[in-house]
């Protein structure tokens, strides 16, 4: 992690996108809270709702999330389906 680098709750972030998303731009985020706009970009396309099969509403952050998890199940049932020597 770099040196200068700032960790950020959840309830913050949420409160820039919310913000964002009332009609503030970035550059009024950026100066008035003192993060880049890269880093708030990055929250918003995190935040964003992706919708699954069921009409059901996840972000983008969950439903990487999910991948992984999904990835990580996959290669487990590959190793079980290993036989035995």
Known sequence: MARNQRKYTEE????????????????????EYGVSKS???GWIKSSKPVIVDDGE???????????????MLKEENEI??????
């Open 39 to 41: 880093t708030i970009n």
């Open 57 to 71: 509403v996840v972000t983008m952050k969950e439903f990487k999330a999910l991948k992984r998890e999904m990835a």
């Open 80 to 85: 079980l389906k290993k036989p035995w020597p």
């Open 12 to 31: 913050f972030k949420n409160t820039i996108v919310e913000l964002y998303n009332f009609g503030k731009s970035l550059t009024e985020l950026s100066s």
